[in-house]
């Protein structure tokens, strides 16, 4: 693979399926690979295989849309050495680039040119490493904080972080997780109600969310 060349799942244009962008038309660049093996991945397609591009092919593929904002999402974007070179190049495009990762590498090279949406892996996850300390400081206000709650345990979890008050964004997201179906005890799985019931109990300072592309298109791919 060359230099310049980043591997890629795909490119498609969509609704942001997530966070408080949610229902805006976005690019979205799928990169390929994952060091995370979590329990509730619904884009195992993207741990292998991929297509080589350049920055330069990237830029031209997503150029027909004419959107403001671009996605780098995954597997895990930041795990490939010219994503930093990437987010430079879409910013220099006057793209508004966010960055979906799960925050167990560093954020550093490029937070301050990106929105971060970080997933906090939580223990139903099966990869519930605490790597995302590390990248706590680096957060802006602007940037988003995301929780996966597939178990009663998880949300008491997710609680205590949030009561702490260690994370600096303004927007933290939970998002119930409910197993696919033919997967049974993958993981427990929670009802969105439940989860709904439960912030409204606890008066937590979050935003409950919802996957927007899955009510639409059900379990299509394309939204993220």
Not at 13 to 22: F, K, M, N, R, V
Not at 114 to 134: C, E, F, H, L
Request: some cysteine; glycine content about 8%; charged content about 20%.
């Amino acid at each position: 693979m060359a230099f310049n060349d980043i591997l890629i799942t795909e490119i498609f244009h969509s609704l942001q399926g997530e966070t408080s962008l949610s229902g805006v038309r976005f690019a979205f660049i799928r990169l390929t690979g994952c060091n995370l093996r979590c329990s509730y991945c619904d884009s195992t397609y993207a741990f292998k295989g991929g297509k080589k591009m350049s920055i330069e092919q990237i830029l031209e593929q997503i150029s027909g849309y004419n959107v403001k904002h671009v996605l780098l999402t995954g597997g895990e974007p930041l795990l490939q050495r010219q994503t930093p070179a990437l987010v430079t190049a879409l910013r220099d495009k006057s793209y508004a680039v966010s960055i979906e990762t799960h925050g167990e590498v560093s954020i550093a090279q490029v937070a301050k040119n990106a929105r971060i949406v970080m997933d906090i892996k939580t223990p139903s996850s099966g990869m519930n490493r605490g790597g995302y300390q590390k990248n706590l400081p680096h957060l802006k206000t602007g940037d988003e904080v995301k929780f996966v709650i597939a178990s009663p345990e998880d949300y008491a979890w997710a609680k205590e972080i949030v009561i702490r008050g260690e994370i600096p964004c303004e927007e933290i997201l939970l998002s119930p997780a409910v197993p696919a179906k033919g997967s049974p005890g993958r993981f427990p799985g929670v009802d969105a109600t439940w989860l709904a019931e439960r912030i409204l109990e606890d008066r937590l300072p979050v935003r409950l969310q919802l996957q927007l592309h899955k009510l639409l298109w059900g379990a299509d791919r394309h939204g993220v």
